[in-house]
């Protein structure tokens, strides 16, 4: 993921609307969301709502397809995992087993061993 990219999904993640769609996207998985169900949800104009997916993608953080006549967008996993991989790529020197509390407490999150998510 290249510098710009990554400063592009920062900055996306810094504006409170698009880090509501980015977190509504991830909820709803690799099957997305059409573009007038993410306004509709979030209660954000639609108009509005293209400027912050446009955004969002720059940062590789959502991607689009086309579906009849709706446009469906969903959480880019591909990009989110480069960036995590990119927050966490020097964790611990290189000693994995440092790293074994920050890893358990992401997998949760991913439903792993049936373990609810913890609440922010």
Not at 34 to 57: D, K, Y
Not at 80 to 96: E, K, N, S, Y
Request: aromatic share 4%.
């Amino acid at each position: 993921m290249s510098d710009e990219t990554l400063m592009n999904a920062f900055a996306a993640l810094a504006q409170p609307t698009r880090l509501a769609v980015f977190r509504l996207l991830i909820r709803e998985g690799p099957d997305g969301l059409p573009a007038g169900e993410i306004a509709r949800r979030l209660n954000v104009p639609q108009n509005t709502l293209s400027a912050h997916l446009a955004v969002l993608a720059r940062g590789r953080l959502v991607r689009s397809r086309r579906k009849g006549r709706h446009v469906i967008y969903a959480a880019d996993l591909d990009g989110v995992r480069r960036l995590i991989l990119f927050l966490t790529r020097d964790c611990c020197h290189g000693r994995p087993e440092k790293c074994e509390a920050l890893v358990d407490s992401l997998l949760p999150a991913c439903g792993k061993a049936g373990k609810k998510p913890e609440q922010e």
